[in-house]
């Protein structure tokens, strides 16, 4: 039960300083009858107890008004301490003619105190309030305006008839807030390959008349496709076959003697 009360009292204290801009430490304005309370049930000291109500960090400051004080004094005797205890708290103004929305009650109940829950009232008021935040006002249409004519160019609509451009509002606002216009859509079109993942050419191969030349003179070897040192080898010794050959031949022709002629 504890959990539950407790819990419940936080939204209410987040929905106040959300809605309203409560913030730490806490007013909390004291009355007569929750001096007395707070006195007769033992609730002290007061500043620890609305403390721990309020699930606060910093203790909350208490006051009392003057209207507070004249009602303990009429009372007479029988809340003589009362009104010692409510003297002993800061004073403030009090204006009955003023009325502020978002005030909430905190009440006793036997030994412990509760916090009203906002009624229905306060949260119209409050989701009013956001409304009118979220909707532009006069002044500042009227700021949006003279921003837009002191430099910042604004986009105008030409309409038919030769008419005056009409200058809407939120193109002056995007111009008075720098806010720029979205760009067009870019169709990624096809490019060009990548260098880095082609083959690189391969030289041509060279003509059959430079290939029966044979190796270079220097000794390098010429720079030829698969296959050509062994074709080299083959040519070479082709070549020394014929050479001996033919020597072979002029051989024989020296050894063989010429016939005689007939006489």
Request: glycine share 6%; charged share 30%.
């Amino acid at each position: 039960m504890r959990v539950k009360k407790r819990s419940r009292h936080r939204k209410a204290v987040k929905f106040y300083s959300t809605c309203f801009g409560f913030r730490e430490p806490y007013k909390v304005l004291v009355d007569g009858t929750f001096v007395y309370h707070l006195l007769t049930q033992g609730l002290l000291p007061a500043d620890e107890a609305l403390r721990d109500l309020l699930s606060a960090s910093r203790t909350p400051v208490l006051s009392t008004s003057k209207c507070v004080l004249a009602e303990l004094r009429r009372l007479g005797k029988s809340h003589a301490h009362c009104f010692d205890a409510a003297s002993l708290l800061a004073t403030t103004k009090c204006e009955h003619d003023k009325v502020i929305p978002g005030v909430p009650v905190i009440y006793g109940l036997k030994n412990s105190l509760f916090i009203e829950q906002p009624s229905v009232q306060q949260r119209k008021f409050a989701q009013l309030d956001e409304e009118k935040r979220l909707n532009m006002d006069i002044s500042e249409y009227k700021k949006l305006l003279k921003a837009a004519s002191e430099g910042k160019t604004a986009d105008d609509e030409i309409e038919s008839g030769g008419e005056q451009h009409k200058r809407s509002i939120s193109s002056l606002v995007k111009n008075a807030l720098g806010v720029a216009e979205k760009s067009k859509f870019k169709r990624n079109r096809a490019k060009g390959p990548n260098p880095l993942s082609c083959r690189k050419k391969k030289p041509k191969p060279q003509s059959s008349g430079a290939q029966d030349q044979g190796p270079k003179a220097d000794g390098s070897r010429s720079e030829k496709g698969f296959g050509s040192g062994r074709a080299t080898k083959i040519t070479s010794k082709l070549r020394q076959q014929t050479r001996s050959d033919v020597l072979r031949a002029l051989a024989a022709s020296i050894l063989v003697p010429e016939p005689e002629l007939p006489s």
